[in-house]
């Protein structure tokens, strides 16, 4: 297997990288405005300690009485500026393996506090304690590591100068203990979880946020003012910290699993009589490398205890998008985050934003076509054998991370006849990921880089596949901002990008036609963007987009403009769902953050946009506005509308002749309750009506969740949707009748679409480490065909009524197939969560899916539910314990 050179391009990297002008405090010299705000509080102290602390919540050593506290705070909510209601003191601590923090939470009325239990990075409305730190000192990234009342933790990293990612998971140590006076927290940080450069006397940012949930009050040692951006940038020096290293530890974590799989089978199945049990193990790896890297790597990784994705009805041309929930990858994916940047926000308005890095095309489902056979046994992924990755800093403003992952050849037993084989069903691959990026001059400019590359082994009898798969995929792109004023208000970014795939020309012939191009289109021009070239055995494509944000002040807008070519594809390491596009818009908006007698915040937006193809057809338009307001009840409201005109319709006909929109009128609104509540509240509504035509689809999601108790939450969320499409598409073939239509017909049918789901989740917290967590999605849905008919002719909404389910398909006997459908789905599943050490966990895992599919568009709720119930179900039991090392 030929591989990408990433890892010369990462050695080169890390070669070509500036070391740096650091100074004895392991910082790079302060400059420029921004600098000067953020030294413009007092240093945070931290103290050495003489004695051991015992991490217990009380504060009852001599460190936690000295002189040192941080008392200072401002509130940002609801009064910006304010003095806060509730004293609160800080102290900080260090000996040679961590940082400690002590906090003293002050309270007139103990009895008034939230106290809420939840299981770990699982947020919910309670008072609560955070630090922030920035042990790289480049005022852009970092580290928090919050704290309730209840002893529940959360932490996460810090990028772009404030984003959050919660993903992270560290291994330290916290307590939080109610009294008389308020409440208290003690933290233990070893630095092992830090990456800071080594030095003698260091220089880290620091900053302190409580949160008091009855007055939803927000306290700070230093905010980030509501009209303005920047948090990381902002915060106090925190210095006294001395002769300490940054460790070399090496963290291991393996993992052992059991596996009872007891599912439906057919009778006689010579493969899977209805019961599997499996046994399996792995190891997970962190460690530093240097004192500024960290090495996760992964050996026949596990994600049994993640949660199942919900189950969908797809009638579109465009894959459905999946959350990552995979601990390994979600961790940390901030860092593979390419094209948006530097700016506050990005709007889009019918752009297409790739991701550029999906990893859950890494353990995918098999891609191949399993051959005919009376029984098959295929895979339901692909197995990840092994993976790593390597991020962090290669100097104070470069920041860098890597990934690289193999995934192993996959086979399906195939009996038939009396006679057992085997076929391969995916090759195995490799897939991998650079992403660099430096910042200048005090983050007034940014410029970053980023590859990805997926390849193919299709030696042996995985040769088969070359027409199906891509041999080779490969994306390289800049990306970056400019600050266009020293104050950092206005604000340009974006990304360019290329793709080039490799494979067959069969293979090369089908990309070009699939739904991401549509190449093939017979009205399209015969120029360099469309056409099918059947001899090609590669495809090379570009994209870009460019933003300008105003993101200081009570006004803010944003304007953008960017294009995909129609070859541009980046779908094998990455997802997106079309290409051929190039698309813009302006807009802007007011915010008002004076707290006043009724509301909180309100900001009203309003925008102009407007995509067309390469061949010049204005595909998709608009004009949209709406706003938010968060009322001082707590309560928000969220209204949108936008009014589309008549456009032309590149991708309905699938490949085919264009056709044309009708114009349409959208809404969207959204309203929810006091969240801290023990009932809260929230409904979902969204509505889209196109007069002409006389179609309409609209969806209600109302929900409520329920704290009973402390430490037990329950969501509901029902939904309802329903759908009226008067050209719904529905097949395609050749026909010489339709000579209209350059000799295809293409068929459409009217759609009544109804969906009735539901979101269910029970979160049981028993300690800080001990927890239940449960999901449930029961789904029906149902899709009437009727009124079939067919494209007259391109470029318009002309259709004739056709005969579909009465008329033999051309030079065949074969009528086609009813498309009506009525299909119910059950899946959840309950996780059982013990961390009996830190880092160190055991989790119980029951998983149950269970289907029903009837082609008939009928929908009853009433005995469709009966009918999921009594399906036969599929059931998964997991038991897996983990152990960690820090060696």
């Known amino acids: 297997m030929k591989l990408p050179l990433l890892h010369l391009a990462a050695i080169l990297t890390l070669g070509a990288a500036p070391a740096g002008a650091a100074d004895s405090t392991g910082t790079a010299p302060a400059n420029g405005a921004a600098a000067g705000a953020r030294n413009s509080h007092p240093p945070v102290v931290a103290t050495r300690l003489m004695e051991s602390v015992s991490i217990d919540g009380v504060l009852s050593e001599a460190v936690w009485k000295n002189g040192n506290a941080c008392t200072e705070f401002k509130q940002r909510d609801p009064v910006e500026g304010g003095t806060p209601s509730q004293r609160t003191e800080v102290r900080l601590a260090y000996d040679d393996d961590a940082l400690y923090v002590g906090a003293r939470c002050y309270d007139s009325a103990p009895e008034s506090l939230l106290v809420r239990l939840t299981r770990r990075d699982v947020s919910i409305p309670s008072d609560r304690f955070s630090i922030y730190l920035d042990p790289y000192y480049d005022r852009r990234s970092g580290y928090y590591f919050l704290v309730n009342c209840a002893g529940s933790m959360f932490d996460g990293t810090l ?50 946020r409580r949160r008091i949930e009855r007055h939803t009050e927000e306290d700070f040692l230093v905010y980030q003012p509501k009209k303005e951006a920047g948090f990381v940038s902002r915060f106090p020096d925190l210095v006294g910290i001395e002769q300490v290293s940054p460790g070399r530890s090496l963290e291991l974590t393996p993992y052992f699993t059991q596996k009872g799989e007891f599912v439906r089978a057919p009778d006689a199945n010579p493969f899977n009589d209805g019961s599997r049990h499996v046994r399996d193990a792995g190891v997970d790896l962190r460690m530093g490398v240097g004192s500024k890297l960290t090495l996760n790597a992964t050996v026949n990784p596990d994600f049994g205890q993640v949660e199942v994705d919900p189950a969908v009805v797809n009638l579109s041309d465009v894959e459905s998008f999946f959350q990552e929930k995979r601990p390994f990858f979600v961790e940390g994916s901030s860092v593979f985050r390419f094209g948006n940047e530097g700016a506050n926000d990005y709007w889009g308005f019918n752009w297409p934003e790739p991701t550029f890095f999906y990893s859950r095309r890494v353990g995918r489902g098999v891609q191949g076509s399993v051959p005919d056979s009376q029984y098959a046994d295929t895979p339901v992924g692909t197995s990840i054998l092994g993976a790593g990755k390597l991020i962090g800093k290669i100097a104070p403003t470069w920041n860098f991370g890597t990934l690289h992952a193999v995934t192993a050849r996959e086979t399906a037993d195939l009996y ?94 089908e990309l070009q036609q699939n739904s991401q191009h549509y190449l093939q289109r017979p009205d399209a021009p015969d120029n360099h963007w469309y056409g099918v070239d059947e001899d090609a055995t590669s495809m090379t494509g570009f994209g870009t987009r460019l933003w300008l944000n105003k993101q200081k002040g009570n006004a803010f807008g944003n304007a953008a403009f960017g294009f995909m070519d129609p070859k541009f594809d980046v779908n094998d390491v990455g997802f997106m769902s079309r290409a051929d596009v190039i ?120 929900g409520v969740e329920w704290k009973p108790v402390s430490n037990v939450t329950l969501r509901i969320g029902p939904g309802f949707e329903r759908i009226i499409q008067d050209v719904q598409y529905v097949d395609q073939f050749d ?51 009727y009124e079939f008919k067919s494209l007259s002719k391109p470029k318009s909404y002309d259709f004739a ?13 074969d009528l086609p197939t009813n498309p009506d459908f009525n299909f119910k789905s059950l899946r959840g599943n309950a996780v059982f969560r013990w961390e009996y050490l830190p880092g160190s966990a055991l989790f119980l895992v029951w998983t149950q899916d269970r289907t029903d599919a009837e082609d008939t568009g009928v929908f009853h709720m009433y005995s469709d539910a009966k009918k999921l119930m009594a399906a036969d179900a599929n059931n998964v039991f997991l038991a897996k314990v983990t152990y960690y090392f820090n060696l």
């Open 159 to 208: 990028s772009n100068d404030g984003a959050e990612d919660g993903s992270w998971d560290g291994v330290w140590a916290a307590k939080a203990k109610v009294d008389d006076q308020g409440w208290t927290v003690e933290m233990r940080i070893p630095y092992s979880q830090l990456r800071f450069q080594r030095a003698d006397h260091y220089k880290w940012g620091v900053n302190f």
């Open 735 to 785: 026909d010489a009748a339709a000579a209209g239509t350059y000799g295809r017909r293409y068929v459409f049918a009217e759609l009544d679409q109804k969906t009735l789901s539901a979101q269910i989740r029970l979160n049981w917290a028993f300690t800080p480490t001990i927890s239940l967590q449960t999901f449930l999605q029961p789904l029906i849905s149902s899709g009437d065909y």
């Open 801 to 813: 009524g056709y005969d579909y389910l009465g008329t033999p398909y051309p030079g065949s006997s």
């Open 583 to 702: 698309n813009a818009h302006a807009g802007g908006g007011y915010k008002w953050t004076e707290t006043t007698k009724t509301r909180k915040y309100q900001d009203v937006i309003g925008a102009v946009f407007g995509s067309a193809d390469f061949q010049g057809n204005i595909v998709w338009a608009g004009v949209w506005g709406g706003g938010f307001t968060e009322f001082a009840n707590n309560h928000s409201f969220e209204y949108k509308v936008a009014f589309n005109p008549g456009t032309v319709n590149n991708r309905r006909t699938r490949g085919g002749p264009l056709t044309l929109n009708k114009a349409g009128y959208e809404t969207y609104l959204y309203y929810d309750t006091d969240g801290k509540a023990k009932l809260f509240y929230f409904v979902e509504g969204y509505s889209y009506l196109q007069p002409e035509n006389d179609s309409y689809e609209w969806n209600v999601f109302p």
């Open 416 to 509: 038939g006849s009396g006679i057992s084989s085997e076929s391969v069903v995916e090759p195995l691959s490799y897939y991998g990921v650079l992403r660099t990026q430096k910042e200048f001059k005090n983050r007034q400019q940014g410029l970053g880089f980023m590859a990805t590359a997926a390849a193919r082994n299709f030696d042996g009898d995985a040769a088969r596949l070359r027409p199906e798969l891509n041999a080779q995929s490969y994306m390289t792109g800049l990306d970056g901002w400019f600050f266009l004023d020293k104050n950092q208000e206005w604000v340009i970014s974006g990304w360019s990008a290329m793709s080039h795939v490799v494979g067959t020309e069969e293979r090369i012939t």
